[in-house]
C-alpha cells in the first residue's frame, strides 16, 4: 500500500495524471459480489484530485475566445463592466461591447446630469470599431440637443445597425411638450454609413427630414412613437426600399398615402394618430395590418397577400356601416379578422355594396354596447356582418356595456336565420341578459348547418377591471333562460355548451 502512494506521488510531480486504482485488501472476499453484480473493478480515483480537475476545466481563463464575446453580447453595458473583476483577460474586456444599452431604468434616482456623465464615461473608454446596438432610453429633451447629437454622431461612426432613441420618460416626469421635443436631424443618424442600419426606433422627438435625404438602403424595422412632423413621412419612407416591417403610434400623422410601391413591407401598425384622414399605399408583400383609430378609409393596392388584420375603432357613429361598406373592400383577401367597435342600440339604415370578405374564415368581434338598451340591442347590425362573411368557419364574439347591472330578461322570437352553410364552431362571451344577445345565440344556433361546437359563457365577467356584479342568482337565471329559449327539446344538446357557475351543461 505505501508503494503505490510513493509511485503517485512520482507521477503527480512529474506532471502525469492517470486515474491509480489502490489495490484493495479484501478484494478476493469481495469478488463473487462483483461477478454478481455486474461490477468488475472500483473507482478509487482520490476525491480531492476530481476536484481539482474540475476546477481547472471550468477556469475562465480557458474559455474560447468566440464564446467570450457571446456571454459578453448577452449582458448590458454595466454587468459587461462588472465582468473586470473576474480575471486579467476580462479586464479590459467591457470596452468591446457590441451592445452599447443605457437604459435610465438601471439607473433608479440618476438625474440628468449624472446619467450624461455616465454615458460619455462609456463611450470614451469603449474600442469597438463596429456594434449591433446602440440604445438611449432616458428623459432627455430640447435642452440636451448637444449632448444628444453627439451620441447620435458616435452611434453612426460605429456603423450600429441597431438604433433606439426613446425619450418619452420626458413626457412622463418633466411634462415637456411638443414644442420641446429634440429635433432630430435624420442625416445625422447615419452618416457616412446609412447602409448599416437595419433596425431604427425613435419615441418623443422631432423629426427632421431634409430635401437632400438619402435615405437608409438596408433599413428593414421602422418604429415611431410620439414622434413630430411627419409630414414629409410619404418622401422619408420612399427612401427606404428594403423596409419589411413599419409602425406609427401616437404621432403627427395626417396622410399615409404612398404612392411609391413598398415591396418589401410585410407588416404595417397604425394606432391612435387621431389628426390621419386616409391611409393608401401599394404594398404587394404585406401579410399583416393593425389599425387602431377613427373610422377612415383605408386602401391597399395588389396587396394579395394580406391575410391577417386587427382593426380597433375607437371613435365613430355608425360603425357597422363602415365594417360592411368600408372595410370589406380594403380587407377583402383577409383569412383572419380581429374587430372591436362601439355597437349602437338601433340599426340605421344603409345600402350594403355586393363586395363582401370572401376570404375570410376567422372572425372575432369584440364590441361595446354604447348606447343604455332597456332589453334588447337590433342583432341586425350582427347579423349583417355575418353576411357579409359567406365562407366564415369560426366566430368568436364577446359583448360589453356600461351598463352596471343586468338589464330585463325577456325575449321575443328570433329573427328569421340565413343560411351560413361554413360556419362550424361559436364562442360567446359577456351575456348578461340582453334579450337581443340570446336572439343571436338562437339566429347562429339554427342558420349554421355544419355547426359544431357552440358555447356561450354566461357568467364570464367581460371587463374584469370594472366588471359588473353577478350574483349567484342572476347565473341561474341565465342558465334557465338559455335552455328554454335556445333548446327547450335538448335537440342541440351535443352542440349547445352552456357554462354558468362552475358547471358544465
Not at 413626457?171 to 433596425?199: A, T
Not at 410601391?261 to 394606432?271: E, G, M, V
Not at 382593426?311 to 372591436?340: M, P, Q, W
Request: aromatic residues 10%; glycine residues 4%.
Amino acid at each position: 500500500m505505501e508503494g503505490c502512494r510513493r509511485r503517485l506521488r512520482r507521477k503527480l510531480e512529474h506532471g502525469k495524471e492517470e486515474v491509480v486504482s489502490f489495490p484493495s485488501p479484501c478484494r478476493h472476499q469481495a469478488s463473487s459480489r462483483f461477478e454478481h453484480s455486474g461490477l468488475d473493478s472500483l473507482d478509487t480515483t482520490p476525491r480531492w484530485l476530481t476536484r481539482h480537475r474540475s476546477r481547472s476545466k471550468l477556469s475562465l481563463e480557458n474559455l474560447p475566445e468566440d464564446l467570450l464575446c457571446n456571454v459578453l453580447s448577452k449582458l448590458t453595458v454595466k454587468e459587461a463592466g462588472r465582468t473586470s473583476i473576474l480575471s486579467s483577460r476580462w479586464r479590459n474586456r467591457w470596452t468591446c461591447h457590441s451592445n452599447l444599452c443605457f437604459d435610465g431604468s438601471n439607473f433608479p434616482g440618476c438625474d440628468t446630469n449624472r446619467f450624461i456623465k455616465h454615458v460619455n464615461s462609456v463611450l470614451q473608454q469603449h474600442k469597438c470599431s463596429v456594434v449591433e446596438k446602440f440604445e438611449v432610453r432616458f428623459a432627455l429633451w430640447k435642452e440636451h440637443t448637444h449632448h444628444v447629437d453627439r451620441l447620435v454622431g458616435f452611434s453612426a461612426a460605429l456603423m450600429a445597425k441597431c438604433i433606439i432613441l426613446d425619450f418619452r420618460a420626458a413626457m412622463r416626469i418633466h411634462h415637456q411638450r411638443e414644442r420641446n421635443m429634440y429635433k432630430l436631424p435624420v442625416n445625422l443618424i447615419g452618416g457616412e454609413n446609412k447602409s448599416c442600419i437595419e433596425s431604427l426606433f425613435l419615441s418623443f422627438v422631432w423629426l427632421k427630414i431634409p430635401s437632400d435625404f438619402l435615405g437608409f438602403n438596408n433599413l428593414q424595422k421602422l418604429e415611431l412613437v410620439m414622434v413630430s412632423d411627419l409630414g414629409n413621412i410619404t418622401f422619408f419612407l420612399a427612401k427606404c426600399p428594403a423596409l419589411v416591417w413599419l409602425s406609427i403610434a401616437w404621432s403627427s400623422l395626417f396622410d399615409l398615402n404612398i404612392p411609391y410601391p413598398l415591396c418589401h413591407l410585410q407588416y404595417l401598425k397604425i394606432s391612435d394618430c387621431n389628426k390621419l384622414q386616409s391611409i393608401e399605399l401599394h404594398a404587394m408583400s404585406l401579410t399583416a395590418f393593425e389599425y387602431v383609430g377613427g373610422p377612415i378609409p383605408i386602401k391597399f393596392d395588389d396587396s394579395l397577400k394580406l391575410s391577417q388584420a386587427r382593426i380597433s375603432i375607437k371613435t365613430g357613429y355608425d360603425n357597422v356601416n363602415y365594417i360592411v361598406n368600408e372595410l370589406s373592400c380594403s380587407l377583402a383577401h383577409v383569412d383572419r379578422l380581429f374587430l372591436t367597435f362601439r355597437l349602437l342600440t338601433k340599426t340605421i339604415s344603409s345600402t350594403k355594396k355586393l363586395v363582401n370578405f370572401i376570404h375570410l374564415r376567422h372572425l372575432v368581434l369584440d364590441f361595446h354596447i354604447y348606447e343604455e338598451p332597456k332589453n334588447t340591442f337590433d342583432i341586425l347590425q350582427v347579423t349583417r356582418i355575418l353576411e357579409a362573411v359567406p365562407q366564415l368557419e369560426h366566430f368568436i364574439l364577446h359583448m360589453g356595456s356600461y351598463k352596471s347591472e343586468p338589464s330585463s330578461l325577456k325575449v321575443t322570437n328570433c329573427i328569421s336565420p340565413r343560411r351560413h352553410s361554413h360556419l362550424k364552431t361559436v364562442h360567446m362571451t359577456g351575456m348578461y341578459g340582453l334579450a337581443g344577445q340570446f336572439e343571436l345565440a338562437k339566429y347562429i344556433l339554427l342558420s349554421a348547418d355544419a355547426l359544431e361546437h357552440m358555447t356561450l359563457d354566461l357568467a364570464k365577467e367581460r371587463y374584469p377591471h370594472a366588471p359588473w356584479v353577478l350574483n349567484p342568482f342572476h347565473v341561474l337565471t341565465l342558465e334557465g333562460l338559455a335552455k328554454r329559449y335556445l333548446d327547450p327539446e335538448g335537440v342541440h344538446r351535443g352542440v349547445l355548451n352552456i357554462l354558468g357557475l362552475n358547471v358544465t351543461n
